[in-house]
T-cell receptor, first 115, second 112 residues
Framework: NAGVTQTPKFQVLKTGQSMTLQCAQDMNHNSMYWYRQDPGMGLRLIYYSASEGTTDKGEVPNGYNVSRLNKREFSLRLESAAPSQTSVYFC??????????????FGPGTRLTVL | GENVEQHPSTLSVQEGDSAVIKCTYSDSASNYFPWYKQELGKRPQLIIDIRSNVGEKKDQRIAVTLNKTAKHFSLHITETQPEDSAVYFCAASSNRDDKIIFGKGTRLHILP
């Protein structure tokens, strides 16, 4: 099992450009998450999806959109990138349905720089 | 919404000594409290979790305690070793949904 995979690993964008971060899991998990990690700020939840076809906002959703394409895949889109979106982005998945979703398994992360 | 505060932000302990990291939460409905460890350049991984129906849980050198009345929980690492050097995150969640809210993390340094 690959677990949670993310692409790309690194990305440099110019202000105003758009891009989509891809995430996939092969553990048959119901819940999937997108976080951003900035120095001293911990892991902040951007969006999450408790099941296929549903998405909900987290702590910092502004400037992002998500799509739960199917049970395996959950993508994060930046429509018009800004320097404030420079960060490391982690996707995660969990079994779901147990209050808090259970143990979260993280992908390797995407390091995004917006110039 | 839920707010999780974590202290200290940095902690240095001598190898072999104990380390304690403390967290408080705001939502009285929270009932699931996991702890994640993130080594430098790697992804976070769950090391231990506790649910509100128990007050303490141990796994070898790691233990977590929970005080629901005071809304705080702590991570205890005994007999610290160099490989314990990492950033540790506490988190909290309720039965209302599948999201968890993380604290800002504690960078633990184990000194030789």
């Amino acid at each position: 099992n690959a677990g949670v995979t993310q692409t790309p690993k690194f990305q440099v964008l110019k202000t105003g450009q758009s891009m989509t971060l891809q995430c996939a899991q092969d553990m048959n998990h119901n819940s999937m998450y997108w976080y951003r990690q900035d120095p001293g700020m911990g892991l902040r939840l951007i969006y999450y999806s408790a099941s296929e076809g549903t998405t909900d906002k987290g702590e910092v959703p502004n400037g992002y959109n998500v799509s739960r394409l199917n049970k395996r895949e959950f993508s994060l889109r930046l429509e018009s990138a800004a320097p404030s979106q420079t960060s490391v982005y982690f996707c995660a998945s969990s079994p779901g349905g147990t209050g808090g979703g259970g143990e979260q398994f993280f992908g390797p992360g995407t390091r995004l720089t917006v110039l | 919404g839920e707010n999780v505060e974590q202290h200290p932000s940095t902690l240095s302990v001598q190898e072999g000594d104990s380390a304690v990291i403390k967290c408080t939460y705001s939502d009285s409905a929270s009932n699931y409290f996991p702890w994640y460890k993130q080594e430098l350049g790697k992804r976070p991984q769950l090391i231990i979790d506790i649910r509100s129906n128990v007050g303490e849980k141990k796994d070898q050198r790691i233990a977590v305690t929970l005080n629901k009345t005071a809304k705080h929980f702590s991570l205890h690492i005994t007999e610290t070793q160099p490989e314990d050097s990492a950033v540790y995150f506490c988190a909290a969640s309720s039965n209302r949904d599948d999201k968890i809210i993380f604290g800002k993390g504690t960078r633990l340094h184990i000194l030789p």
